[in-house]
């Protein structure tokens, strides 16, 4: 019982921030005869494992110089296939390299109506999966892709190939 409440003081001193093996060698240096085996199973008796910190990882460049549009689709209610889509880009790690995966979704189904690959993050990527969405929808769906928070675009001459008249 002695051990027991003195690993637990250990752990509460230490915030949970250290091991089985830190508070083993604590424990061996306070004189303690103890096997790391035994701290271990105590530990997780207990509830008294460390809390492993998670590293973030950003992924959204928050202080670029484009202008951040209002979410228009937040409150759109849907009632049929290709009134809304959805996009978005994301990477894939191989075994050697990542590569990029840009998706585009109708809304209202959850269907998948255009993917596009690449080994790097150019406009061509999402140019490529909205282009394979038209098509695969052909005209029932004329959009035009929103520009949102975080956003990968091409310039105007890329976006041209979707401007539909009246929008």
């Not at 492993?52 to 959204?60: A, D, Q």
């Not at 959805?86 to 790690?93: E, G, L, M, Q, Y």
């Not at 209202?108 to 596009?116: I, L, M, T």
Request: glycine fraction near 6%; include cysteine; charge should be positive.
């Amino acid at each position: 019982m002695l051990l027991r409440s003195r690993l637990q003081e250990l752990a509460v001193a230490h915030h949970r921030l250290r091991g089985y093996r830190m508070l083993t060698a604590l424990l061996r240096r306070e004189g303690q005869l103890v096997n790391h085996k035994r701290v271990l199973r105590l530990m997780r008796e207990d509830n008294l494992l460390c809390l492993r910190r998670r590293m973030y990882v950003f992924t959204t460049d928050s202080a670029h110089t484009f202008p951040i549009y209002p979410n228009l689709a937040r409150h759109a209610r849907l009632t049929e296939p290709n009134q809304l889509w959805v996009a978005d880009i994301t990477f894939i790690r191989l075994r050697d390299e990542f590569v990029y995966l840009a998706v585009v979704l109708d809304a209202y189904s959850r269907r998948v109506v255009g993917w596009e690959i690449a080994r790097n993050l150019q406009a061509e990527l999402a140019i490529g999966a909205l282009r394979m969405a038209r098509v695969t929808v052909g005209s029932q769906a004329l959009t035009l892709p929103a520009k949102r928070y975080g956003q990968r675009t091409g310039g105007r001459a890329e976006m041209e190939d979707f401007a539909m008249p009246g929008i």
